[in-house]
């Protein structure tokens, strides 16, 4: 009989720690998260590189205008004779050679902007991409020192309606990035991209012959 109560008391020893465990991984799963709202501009205003990341855009764009306009003067000197013999050219033969020759220049200029163009916005990218990689961990490290769930943008969380104050952990962010990286560090990007070749260098395009032939000669009999 005793042995009895006993092992009835094992099984409902054991019959109460699993429903212990059962009640408190409901708990768990079911309880609401917990949401962190993180504003990454003023991340960048607090880590005091935001002027930083305007000069080297201004820096990349004006390099860009000088470049263009580079290759602006070097489609220039090409066309300048090209334009000059379709202006003495008598037949159409002669003027459609010329016009061909037109086309093929002014496309390698247009390929090469869009290039210098591709360039300048991969190194604002790069640049933006290596900041935000060395911030993350820092994201990580406070969501986990908090137990948040979720944090979300604040500049892209435009479908929540409020958000408590002390769910903002940006200052917490800046402070964990300020120890981890100095200014000069943040602004670097690890793999520079690489130049783009300017447009080719090319001598002036030889003088188009007139077409002699039966139309030629016709035209001139006339």
């Known amino acids: 009989m005793a042995e009895e ?5 094992v099984y409902d020893i054991a019959y109460l720690f699993v429903l212990a465990i059962l009640i ?10 917990r949401v962190g709202v993180l504003d990454m501009n003023q991340v960048v205003i607090g880590l005091g590189i935001q002027n930083r990341i305007q000069d080297d855009d201004k820096r990349q764009q004006n390099e860009s205008f000088v470049r263009l306009d580079a290759l602006k003067e070097k489609l220039r000197v090409r066309l300048d004779p090209l334009n000059a013999q379709l202006d003495r050219a008598t037949d159409e033969a002669t003027k459609n050679k010329i016009k061909d020759q037109v086309v093929i220049v002014r496309r390698e200029f247009q390929e090469s902007a869009e290039r210098i163009a591709q ?3 991969r190194r604002r990218e790069d640049l933006r991409r290596n900041i935000r990689a060395k911030i993350d961990p820092a994201i990580r490290d406070v969501a ?4 948040l769930d979720v944090i979300i943008d604040a500049e892209g969380g435009r479908g929540i309606f409020y ?3 002390r769910a903002d952990v940006t200052s917490e962010v800046v402070a964990a990035v300020r120890k981890a990286h100095n200014t000069e560090e943040l602004m670097a990007v690890d793999q520079p991209s690489a130049e783009v070749s300017p447009l080719p260098q090319r001598s002036a395009p030889e003088p188009v012959k007139a077409v002699t032939g039966a139309a030629g000669s016709g035209a001139k009999n006339r």
């Open 163 to 165: 958000a408590h104050k």
């Open 24 to 33: 408190g991984v409901s708990i768990y799963f079911m309880r609401k998260p």
């Open 144 to 147: 986990r020192s908090r137990r």
């Open 119 to 121: 360039e300048y916005q």
């Open 5 to 9: 109560k006993t092992k009835r008391l």
